[in-house]
T-cell receptor, first 117, second 113 residues
Framework: SAVISQKPSRDICQRGTSLTIQCQVD?????MFWYRQQPGQSLTLIAT?????????ESGFVIDKFPISRPNLTFSTLTVSNMSPEDSSIYLC??????????????FGPGTRLTVL | TQLLEQSPQFLSIQEGENLTVYCNSS?????LQWYRQEPGEGPVLLVT?????EVKKLKRLTFQFGDARKDSSLHITAAQPGDTGLYLC?????????????FGQGTILTVHP
């Protein structure tokens, strides 16, 4: 398993500003993922962050709005840019590890609860 | 785009009752995972199933992966208040989508003492 921490755990921001969320893992991992969980809803994948390459974004998410950095194998950041109240969500990072019988397991950080006023 | 339909969305039961949560899709998944999430925390992995027809048990929880790997169920026997939480299924398509999870809508379970 992997231990994942996120900073900040929560924040209240004004519209039009930007917030950078940090994700730290206690081991080296190839792939890190960023998810959004809107109030009362399930998780939606924003992007996949691989070290040494550009992040890959899912449909509906763009780099200008959610720039991602992945400077090494244990760390990643997600920035929520030019925020609006619709960006109020929980943002979670996750990492994967292989299991011998096939497939993979993903471990999630505790999330960053963002409220945009 | 792969979709996972999870039902029911809400479940409120008394302690000691049994329950089943379902996840269904028209797409095949290489693996399917079940998570439990409590308020203010990230999802915690309960189990991963990878083989069609596979059944895994975790104490009072029984997980089944459909033969065609398109559906899964979570059955809880003799539910306890400590089982209260949000249960999520998530499927991985594999191939070029390796590592990317598609989540169901979630089931909010409340077990009353």
């Amino acid at each position: 398993s992997a231990v994942i921490s996120q900073k900040p755990s929560r924040d209240i921001c004004q519209r039009g500003t930007s917030l950078t969320i940090q994700c730290q893992v206690d081991s080296q991992v190839t792939m890190m993922f960023w998810y959004r969980q809107q109030p009362g809803q399930s998780l939606t994948l924003i992007a996949t962050a691989n070290q040494g390459s550009e992040a890959t974004y899912e449909s509906g998410f763009v780099i200008d709005k959610f720039p991602i950095s992945r400077p090494n194998l244990t760390f990643s950041t997600l920035t929520v840019s030019n925020m609006s109240p619709e960006d109020s969500s929980i943002y979670l990072c996750s990492v994967e590890s292989f299991i011998s019988s096939g497939g993979n397991e993903q471990f999630f950080g505790p999330g960053t609860r963002l409220t945009v006023l | 785009t792969q979709l996972l339909e999870q039902s029911p969305q809400f479940l409120s039961i008394q302690e000691g009752e049994n329950l089943t949560v379902y996840c269904n899709s028209s797409s095949v998944f290489s693996s399917l995972q079940w998570y439990r999430q409590e308020p203010g925390e990230g999802p915690v992995l309960l189990v991963t199933v990878v083989t069609g027809g596979e059944v895994k048990k975790l104490k009072r929880l029984t997980f089944q992966f459909g033969d065609a790997r398109k559906d899964s169920s979570l059955h809880i026997t003799a539910a306890q208040p400590g089982d209260t939480g949000l249960y999520l299924c998530a499927g991985e398509a594999g191939g070029t989508s390796y590592g990317k999870l598609t989540f169901g809508q979630g089931t909010i379970l409340t077990v009353h003492p």
